[in-house]
């Protein structure tokens, strides 16, 4: 994956940043053609975390959004969806 972008509401911790990086830069593996970047998104209210996520490949776009309590349940979560799509892509 050439770049990542993750975007932090100020009510999440600057942590988020480097497992969101992590999390979701594992997906290239998944994708049928090659990652040209990815975009994270982090906010919050007062009781849940949302999380949305883009991978641009050559010719499609992968999006997912994921609410969860925490941190890295939302990242999870939201990675598990967009590795179901890349996944999906194959057949």
Known sequence: MDYIQVSLAEAIPEQARDY??????????????????????????KTVI??????????VEVQAYAEANTVT????LLRERMRRQLVSMHN
């Open 50 to 59: 949302h999380a949305h996520a883009r991978l641009d490949l050559k010719w």
């Open 20 to 45: 969101a990086s992590a999390r979701i830069g594992s997906l290239d593996r998944y994708a049928p053609d090659h990652v040209d970047f990815a975009w994270v998104n982090l906010t919050s209210d």
């Open 73 to 76: 349940e939302v990242i999870d």
